[in-house]
C-alpha cells in the first residue's frame, strides 16, 4: 500500500511513499530528452520532456513508480487491487499499457491542462510488460504547481476526478475517499470547544481537537489521516524547511515493520519515501534503513542525451556521531 500527497510553501513539491514486503531493485532513475520512448501499440517518441523519478529499469526500460519532467508535471500509480481494470485494444484511442502511463503523460504534458486533453483519448490496455513482470493494478495522481488530478481506470471506463486535497492512497475508489473524509470534518488543529450541555468541561491535553483521527494503516484511514495532517501543516519557505516537513507529513502514515504481516510471515514496511520539488527537478528520498534524506538533481545531468541516468538508493543508515 502506499500514500502520495502535494504540498506548497514557495515551491511546489510532490512524492510519495511505497509499502511493500519486498522490493524491485528500484532506482531514481533520469530519463533525457533524446531516450528512446517505445510503446506498445504507438510510435516511439524520439524526443520528449527529460524525467526524473523512481523507476525498475529493465532491459533498458524504466518502469517508473512516480516521476516528474523537467516542467513541473508530476505523477504516480498507487497499488488498486480489485478495482483497477484494463481493456482490449479499441480503434481510433491511444491504446496504452499500464507500464507506459506515465512515460505517455510526463514526456508529453508539461502540465496538468495538456495532461487532460491527452488524457480524453488514452485507453489503458491489458498487456504486461513480460511474464517477469505482470500488470499491476493501479490508479494514478497527476499534478502540476497548481492542481491535481486522480485517474482510475475502471471496469465503466476512465474517470477522472478532481483531487482538491492532493492526497491519494489505495481502495477504494477515489469518490469514496472524498465522501469519507466528511466523517471527520469535526476535527480542528484548534483546542476544541465544550458542547456538552451546560457541564464545565474543559480539555484535559493538548491535541483533542483531532480526538477521532484514525490511526490505523488502512487505506481509507491512511487518506483521512495525510489530508489532516497536510491540510494543517505549516512551514517556511526555504528548501529545508519545506522537504523536511513534507517527509513529516509521510511520516505520519509510514509503516514500520511488525505492524502488517502478510500471509507469508513478511511484513509490509515503508520501502522508500520520496519528495520532488516540482519547480526545480530534484528528487529527494528516504529508505526504510536510511532516514538520511538523499537528493537527485535533473539539471545537474546533461538531458540531451539518450542514456539513462541511474543512481542506486542508499540503503544504510547514516549516522552523524558527535563524540
Not at 513480460?130 to 492542481?147: G, N, Q, V, Y
Not at 468541561?201 to 489530508?227: E, I, N, Q, T, W
Not at 517527509?247 to 513478511?266: K, N, P, T, W, Y
Amino acid at each position: 500500500m502506499c500514500t502520495a500527497i502535494t504540498y506548497k510553501t514557495k515551491d511546489c513539491y510532490f512524492g510519495r511513499t511505497l509499502d511493500l514486503e519486498y522490493t524491485y531493485d528500484e532506482k531514481v532513475t533520469i530519463t533525457p530528452r533524446k531516450f528512446k520512448f517505445n510503446f506498445r501499440k504507438k510510435d516511439a517518441l524520439q524526443s520528449h520532456y527529460a524525467i526524473i523519478g523512481m523507476a525498475t529499469v529493465v532491459n533498458d526500460y524504466p518502469l517508473y513508480y512516480e516521476a516528474a519532467n523537467e516542467c513541473g508535471l508530476a505523477m504516480a500509480g498507487l497499488n488498486f487491487p480489485g478495482n483497477a481494470h484494463y481493456f482490449q485494444e479499441q480503434e481510433g484511442k491511444d491504446n496504452i499499457t499500464p507500464f507506459e502511463f506515465i512515460p505517455w503523460i510526463l514526456s508529453q504534458c508539461k502540465n496538468l491542462e495538456e495532461a487532460r486533453a491527452l488524457l480524453k483519448n488514452v485507453h489503458l490496455c491489458n498487456i504486461s510488460f513480460s511474464e517477469e513482470f505482470p500488470l499491476s493494478p493501479l490508479h494514478w495522481m497527476i499534478a502540476d504547481t497548481e492542481c491535481a488530478i486522480t485517474v482510475e481506470s475502471v471496469a465503466d471506463g476512465l474517470k477522472i476526478y478532481e483531487n482538491s486535497v492532493g492526497v491519494l492512497t489505495n481502495n477504494p475508489t477515489f469518490d469514496y475517499h472524498m465522501t469519507h473524509l466528511c466523517d471527520y470534518m469535526n476535527l480542528t488543529h484548534l483546542v476544541p470547544e465544550n458542547h456538552f450541555g451546560n457541564i464545565d468541561l474543559k480539555p484535559y491535553s493538548r491535541g483533542m481537537g483531532a480526538l477521532g483521527l484514525p490511526g490505523d494503516l488502512s487505506s481509507a484511514s491512511r487518506f483521512v489521516r495525510a489530508a489532516f495532517v497536510k491540510l494543517n501543516s505549516v512551514s517556511g519557505d526555504s528548501e529545508n524547511e519545506s522537504i523536511s516537513q513534507f517527509f513529516h507529513i509521510l511520516g505520519a502514515v509510514a509503516q514500520q515493520r511488525g505492524c502488517v504481516r502478510m500471509e507469508d510471515r513478511s511484513y509490509e514496511i515503508t520501502e522508500y519515501t520520496s519528495c520532488i520539488n516540482l519547480n526545480k527537478g530534484i528528487y529527494y528520498y528516504t529508505t526504510y534503513e536510511n532516514q538520511c534524506i538523499c537528493a537527485v538533481d535533473l539539471w545537474k545531468c546533461n538531458l540531451d542525451t539518450s542514456e539513462l541516468y541511474i543512481y542506486p538508493l542508499e540503503k544504510e543508515q547514516m549516522v552523524i556521531r558527535q563524540n
